[in-house]
C-alpha cells in the first residue's frame, strides 16, 4: 500500500491521544451498565434513611392522635405502607433513570458547541479545555460515595455528557484534519473503533470480582480521569491541525511546520495547494444557519433526511441494549448476565473494525438497509425469546444469540453509516450547521431511551422489542424510499447531479436539494 509510507510518529500520537476522548466516551456509556444493581442497592441505602426517619415521625403522629381511628380492621396504615413502598420504589427507578440519562442531557447541550469550541481555541486547546469537564464529572463520580451519591452521579454523569457532546464534534474534526487523504476513512473510523473499545473495557473493569461491587463501585465511576489526565499530557506534544492554521488563521508558516511534523517530510506542496482550494471554495461559500436549513427549500428534505437516519440509529433500541444488556439478559434466565453483557461489548467491537472495510466495499445505503432488515428480524426474536422464555427455558438462548446478532447488524450499518451520509450530504457552507443539528437529533434520542426504556421494558414487559421492531420496520421503509446512494461520489459529483435533476446550471453548488430522493435512485 502507497499510503503505509506516510504513517508518521507524529501521526501516531496525534490519533491516538485524541481518540482518548472518543475512548472515555465509549467508557461513559457502558461503565453505568454492570454495577446496576449494585448502586440500586447504594441508592436504596442512602434514601431509605429518610425514609425511615419519615415512617417513624409518621408513626408516632398515628399513635399520639386520639382522634384517629384505632379499630383492628382499621386498613390505613397498611395501605399507608403499600403506598409508601411503592413511592420509595418509583423514587428509585427515577433517580436510577436519571442516572443513566443525565449523561444525554449533557451531550444535547454541548454537541451545537464542540466545532465552535475548536474554532474559538484550536483543536489541540478546545480538547485539553474540554477535558476539565470530564475531570469534574469523574471526581464527582469517585467521591459519590461520600455523600448524597444520587446527586453526586447524576450531576458528575451531566457534566461527563457535556464533554463526550463536544469532543463527539472535535475528534472526528481533528484526526479527518490531519490524516493524509489516502488514509482519511480509515483514521476517521477510528473514532467509532475507540468508542465500542471504550464500552468494552468498561464492562471488564465492571466485573463484579474487578471494581463493579460494593466497595469499588465509585472508583469504576470515576476512572475515566485517567485517559482525560493522560490526554492532557500528550495534548503537549501533539501538533495544532494544519487546516486551522491555514484556513481559519491564515498562517501559512505554522501550517507547513505542522504539515512537516505529521507527514515527515519537507514537502508538503500537495497539502498546502489542496487547502488553498479548500480555502477558496469556502470563502466562495456562504455559511448557513440552522434556521435556515429547514426554511430553505434546497436544504429542507436532506435535512430531514439526515435527522431520520440519525433517529432511526437511536430508536432502532441499540442503546437500550447497551444501558440495560445486564438487566435483559438477566430475565433472558442467563446466570451470569455481565459476561454475556461483556461479549455483547467484544462482538461490538469486532464488528465495528469490521464495518470500517465494509463501507467503502458496499453502498452506504445498501449497508443501512442489510443493517436495519437484520436488527428488524433479531428484535422480533429477542421478544418472542423473552415471551415464551417460562413454558421453554431454551429460549434464553434464543433471547441472547439475537441480541448478538441485532448488535452485529447495527454496526455492520446504522451504527457508522449517519454520519458518513449526513457529510455527503452537504458542501462546506451548509455543513457544520447540518452536523450541529444531527448530533443534537443523535443525543436527543440516546436521552429519550435512556430516560423512558426501564418505564417502558416495565410496562411492556417481554413485548418490550416487538416496539422497537416496529420503529425499525418503519425506519426501514422511509430508508428504502428516501435515502439516495452516496457511495463513490465526490461531492462536486453529487452536486453536479443534484444539479442535473434540477435542469438549471445555475443552481448553487450548496443546493443539495435532493429533490429526486425516491424509490427511482439506483441502490
Not at 413511592?87 to 447541550?109: D, R
Not at 418503519?474 to 435533476?501: C, D, H, N, Q
Amino acid at each position: 500500500m502507497a499510503g503505509i509510507c506516510v504513517v508518521t510518529g507524529t501521526l501516531v500520537l496525534a490519533v491516538f491521544t485524541a481518540v482518548l476522548s472518543s475512548f472515555q466516551f465509549g467508557y461513559d456509556i457502558g461503565v453505568i451498565n454492570a454495577p446496576q444493581q449494585v448502586i440500586i442497592t447504594h441508592y436504596r441505602h442512602v434514601l431509605g434513611v429518610s425514609l425511615d426517619d419519615r415512617k417513624a415521625i409518621n408513626n408516632y403522629a398515628l399513635n399520639s392522635t386520639e382522634e384517629l381511628p384505632t379499630s383492628p380492621g382499621d386498613p390505613t396504615p397498611v395501605s399507608w405502607a403499600e403506598e409508601e413502598t411503592m413511592t420509595s420504589a418509583s423514587f428509585i427507578t427515577m433517580f436510577w433513570s436519571l442516572s443513566v440519562s443525565s449523561f444525554a442531557v449533557g451531550g444535547m447541550i454541548a454537541s451545537f458547541f464542540g466545532g465552535l469550541l475548536g474554532d474559538k481555541l484550536g483543536r489541540i486547546k478546545a480538547m485539553f479545555v474540554a477535558n476539565i469537564l470530564s475531570l469534574v464529572g469523574a471526581l464527582l463520580m469517585g467521591f459519590s460515595k461520600l455523600g448524597p451519591s444520587h446527586i453526586l452521579i447524576i450531576s458528575g454523569r451531566g457534566i461527563s455528557g457535556l464533554y463526550c457532546g463536544l469532543i463527539s464534534g472535535l475528534v472526528p474534526m481533528y484526526i479527518g484534519e490531519i490524516a493524509p487523504t489516502t488514509l482519511r476513512g480509515a483514521i476517521g473510523a477510528l473514532h467509532q473503533l475507540a468508542i465500542v473499545t471504550g464500552i468494552l473495557i468498561s464492562q471488564i473493569v465492571g466485573l463484579d470480582f474487578i471494581l463493579g461491587n460494593h466497595e469499588l463501585w465509585h472508583i469504576l465511576l470515576g476512572l475515566s480521569a485517567v485517559p482525560a489526565i493522560l490526554q492532557c499530557l500528550l495534548l503537549f506534544f501533539c501538533p495544532e491541525s494544519p487546516r486551522y492554521l491555514y484556513i481559519k488563521l491564515d498562517e501559512e508558516a505554522k501550517a507547513k511546520k505542522s504539515l512537516k511534523r505529521l507527514r515527515g517530510s519537507d514537502d508538503v506542496t500537495k497539502d498546502i495547494t489542496e487547502m488553498r482550494k479548500e480555502r477558496e471554495e469556502a470563502s466562495n461559500e456562504k455559511k448557513v444557519s440552522i434556521i435556515q436549513l429547514f426554511t430553505s427549500s434546497s436544504y429542507r428534505q436532506p435535512i430531514l433526511v439526515a435527522l431520520m437516519l440519525h433517529l432511526a440509529q437511536q430508536f432502532s433500541g441499540i442503546n437500550a441494549i447497551f444501558y440495560y444488556s445486564t438487566s435483559i439478559f438477566q430475565t433472558a434466565g442467563i446466570s451470569q448476565p455481565v459476561y454475556a453483557t461483556i461479549g455483547v461489548g467484544a462482538v461490538n467491537t469486532v464488528f465495528t473494525a469490521v464495518s470500517v472495510f465494509l463501507v467503502e466495499k458496499a453502498g452506504r445505503r445498501a449497508l443501512f438497509l442489510i443493517g436495519m432488515s437484520g436488527m428488524f428480524v433479531c428484535a422480533i426474536f429477542m421478544s418472542v425469546g423473552l415471551m415464551l422464555l417460562n413454558k421453554l427455558p431454551w429460549m434464553s438462548y434464543v433471547s441472547m444469540t439475537a441480541i448478538f446478532l441485532f448488535v452485529c447488524f447495527f454496526e455492520i450499518g446504522p451504527g457508522p453509516i449517519p454520519w458518513f451520509m449526513v457529510a455527503e450530504f452537504f458542501s462546506q457552507g451548509p455543513r457544520p450547521a447540518a452536523l450541529a443539528i444531527a448530533a443534537f437529533s443523535n443525543w436527543t434520542g440516546n436521552f429519550v431511551i435512556a430516560l423512558c426504556f426501564q418505564y417502558i421494558a416495565d410496562f411492556c414487559g417481554p413485548y418490550v422489542f416487538f416496539l422497537f421492531a416496529g420503529v425499525v420496520l418503519a425506519f426501514t421503509l422511509f430508508t428504502f424510499f428516501k435515502v439516495p446512494e452516496t457511495k463513490g461520489k465526490s461531492f462536486e459529483e453529487i452536486a453536479a447531479e443534484f444539479r442535473k435533476k434540477r435542469g438549471s446550471a445555475e443552481t448553487p453548488k450548496a443546493a443539495v436539494e435532493m429533490e429526486f430522493l425516491g424509490p427511482t435512485e439506483t441502490m
